[in-house]
């Protein structure tokens, strides 16, 4: 099977991880330091903050941003669930903004039709590795007094015109999950240049604890204060020796996915209208985190028939995302129902994403276009029939 995205782990990583298990730390010690200070450079931010996963390094996020009981918080319809998840966990609302049909990124125009009095933040989604219109964003939240969170899951890698995704927004958060650009297995990051927020992400992932071990063991006293109700969302020293690894790797990943991309872009080309990449913006660099086809075949199950036909091929294709307002639990919860992000719901009738990932050979990409187009030309004969 070919997956649709997979970590990619080689003798280096397997060193560094056991090296780490043979420190004195296995916990956040000097991996986790060492990790903070190599991401946040690679970002170009002053501070980088981890976590035990990206939903966590959301959740801090929100926290960090003072986000509570019933603040609204404007997320895009189109992303994974803990996207908007983050808002629920620190009791505030979130706000379902569209997505632009060519590149599914949030709709700058919607989002600003959804602030509201209450409306405290926006979480943009760099859906697929490439950057929201964070320019755009911070207009709006200049005029409306909003901090802008870029949820940054799939772009680590990514660029807009040569700034690094993670310089992008106020709060930039990361996930390390084995299928993203890198992986510590488990982990997550925010990248900001306040040292105050930083401060305040460094306390909630420690249980509101003002100090961590480390800080007190080397101060010599004992003493320290809870001072926020935080959580054990820490990052250990061997999931940050894995990081620190795979983060020296992160150019040569970013650049095969990007080939990869390109290749796919040529060999679909003659199918244009039938299957149809998603269109990049501007000036921006992806991760290639994704890549996503619209499949042009008219209805959903046009789409799924294709999905069962590459599945069968051994093609672990993938849709993402179901928009997450159609979810039971938001459907129940806030009574969301068809007809609330008109794009996203289209987009989800058609897209599929595709294998992507650094170990993955052309030949396989060969081999994806060849089932793929198949399949879409022989639903296409079928619906015509
Ligand atoms: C993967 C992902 C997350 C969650 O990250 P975990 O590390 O799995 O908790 C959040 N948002 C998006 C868009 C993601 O793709």
Redesign the pocket.
């Known amino acids: 099977m070919l997956p649709y995205s997979r970590q990619s782990i080689d003798q280096s990583d397997i060193d560094a991880v056991v090296a780490a298990l043979k420190s004195d730390w296995l916990t956040t010690g000097p991996a986790v330091a060492e990790f903070e200070r190599a991401f946040a450079e690679s970002v170009g931010t002053h501070c980088a903050v981890s976590f035990c ?4 390094a ?1 959740h801090a996020a929100m926290f960090a941003l003072g986000i509570g009981t019933n603040d609204e918080v404007i997320v895009p319809a189109m ?2 669930v ?2 908007a998840n983050c808002v629920l966990y620190q009791g505030g609302v979130p706000v379902f903004a569209d997505v632009d049909p060519d590149t599914l990124l949030i709709n700058i125009n919607d989002v600003e039709r959804k602030i509201t009095p209450r409306t405290k933040a926006i979480i943009a ?1 760099d859906y697929a590795g490439q950057p929201a219109d964070y320019r755009r964003l911070a207009v709006l939240a200049q005029k409306y007094g909003l901090a802008v969170v870029a ?1 940054a ?2 772009s680590l890698g990514g660029s807009e015109k040569g700034v690094p995704v993670g310089s992008l927004a106020d709060l930039t958060c990361f ?3 084995p299928v ?1 650009p890198i992986t510590t297995a ?3 990051m925010v990248t900001t240049n306040s040292t105050d927020l930083a401060q305040c992400l460094r306390r909630f992932r420690n249980h509101g604890i003002e100090r961590d071990f480390r800080q007190r063991e080397a101060s010599g006293g004992y003493a320290y204060g809870m001072t926020d109700l935080g959580f054990n969302f820490r990052l250990s020293d061997l999931h940050a020796a894995l990081g620190l690894s795979q983060l020296r790797k992160l150019r040569q990943f970013t650049e095969r996915r990007t080939g990869i991309a390109r290749l796919y872009r040529e060999r679909l080309a003659p199918y244009a209208g039938i299957i149809d990449p998603l269109d990049l913006r501007d000036a921006t660099v992806s991760s290639g985190h994704l890549f996503v086809v619209r499949c042009r075949t008219s209805a959903k199950a046009n789409r799924d028939q294709i999905f069962r036909s590459l599945r069968e091929m051994g093609i672990g294709v993938n849709v993402h995302y179901l928009p997450v307002y159609l979810h039971p639990y938001y459907r129940e919860q806030f009574g969301h129902t068809e007809g609330l992000c008109p794009n996203a719901e289209a987009a989800y009738q058609e897209i599929l994403s595709l294998p992507i990932y650094p170990d993955m050979e052309d030949v396989d990409v060969d081999y994806v276009c060849r089932e793929l187009t198949s399949a879409a030309m022989s639903t296409q004969a079928r619906a015509a029939a």
């Open positions: 996963n990206g939903t966590a959301l992303t994974f803990a996207t989604v949820d899951c799939h996930s390390m999950h993203k488990e982990g997550g």
